[in-house]
C-alpha cells in the first residue's frame, strides 16, 4: 500500500464548476500536507500548504485536512480552463520535512 | 528574486553512462531536495542537502550521489545509468526545515 493514495483521474469538468480533489494517506506521523498544480513539462507549483487538520482558503482554493480520517481535500471554486494541469497532492512528517510523499497527481481538464 | 533553476532541461544518454545534472537553489534558500519523477507517476523523494551535508536519502541505490556547494546550489549525478532512470529529475530548495518546497522546471532525462 503507498502512503498517500490519490485518484488519477482523467477528472473533466465544464468552466465554472467546482472542483473536489482528493487523497488518502496512511502513515499516522504526517502532519504537514500541500498540494501542487502541475502544467504539462512543467515542474510542480505550491498551491497550498497546510499543518495538521482543519481548512486553509486562498483565493479560489480551499484546502481540509481531516487527521481523523487520513483524507486531504482540495475545492477549487469557479474553475477556470487554465485550472487545467496535474494535481498532485504531498504530506511529510515533522522529523523529515524535506521528504514529501506524493501522490500519483489527478489530472484535470476544465471545459470551456 | 530568482526561482530555482535547473540544467539541463533535456539530455539524452546510453546505457552505463554518467549524468551530472544541476540546480542553482531560490534566493534565500539553504536546502535543496532532489526528486525523481517517472511518467504519470508523483515525485520520489531522493535525498536531501542542508547546509552541504546530506540530510535524509530515499530508497535510491548509491549510483545516486550528489552535492550542496557553498552557495547553495547543488548538483546530482547518476553513475552506470539504467534505462528505468528515464525521468523528470527535479530539484526544490526552502528555507530551513519548514517543509515549503519550491521546484524547478526539471531536467528530462532519457536513457537509452
Known amino acids: 500500500q503507498k502512503e498517500v493514495e490519490q485518484d488519477p483521474g482523467p477528472l473533466s469538468v465544464p468552466e465554472g464548476a467546482i472542483v473536489s480533489l482528493n487523497c488518502t494517506y496512511s502513515n499516522s506521523a504526517f502532519q504537514y500536507f500541500m498540494w501542487y498544480r502541475q502544467y504539462s513539462r512543467k515542474g510542480p507549483e505550491l498551491l497550498m500548504y497546510t499543518y495538521s487538520s482543519g481548512n486553509k482558503e486562498d483565493g479560489r482554493f480551499t484546502a481540509q485536512v481531516d487527521k481523523s480520517s487520513k483524507y486531504i481535500s482540495l475545492f477549487i471554486r469557479d474553475s477556470q480552463p487554465s485550472d487545467s494541469a496535474t494535481y498532485l497532492c504531498a504530506s511529510a512528517r515533522p522529523s523529515n520535512t524535506g521528504k514529501l510523499i506524493f501522490g500519483q497527481g489527478t489530472t484535470l481538464q476544465v471545459k470551456p | 528574486e530568482t526561482g530555482v533553476t535547473q540544467s539541463p532541461t533535456h539530455l539524452i544518454k546510453t546505457r552505463g553512462q554518467q549524468v551530472t545534472l544541476r540546480c542553482s537553489s531560490q534566493?534565500?534558500?539553504?536546502?535543496v531536495s532532489w526528486y525523481q519523477q517517472a511518467l504519470g507517476q508523483g515525485p520520489q523523494f531522493i535525498f536531501q542537502?542542508?547546509?552541504?551535508?546530506?540530510?535524509g536519502r530515499g530508497n535510491f541505490p548509491p549510483r545516486f550521489s550528489g552535492l550542496q556547494f557553498p552557495n547553495y546550489s547543488s548538483e546530482l549525478n547518476v553513475n552506470a545509468l539504467e534505462l528505468d532512470d528515464s525521468a523528470l529529475y527535479l530539484c526544490?530548495?526552502?528555507?530551513?526545515?519548514?517543509?515549503?518546497?519550491?521546484f524547478g522546471e526539471g531536467s528530462r532525462l532519457t536513457v537509452l
Open positions: 526544490a530548495s526552502s528555507v530551513g526545515h519548514t517543509g515549503e518546497l519550491f
Open positions: 534566493s534565500g534558500h539553504n536546502t
Open positions: 542537502y542542508y547546509r552541504e551535508e546530506e540530510n
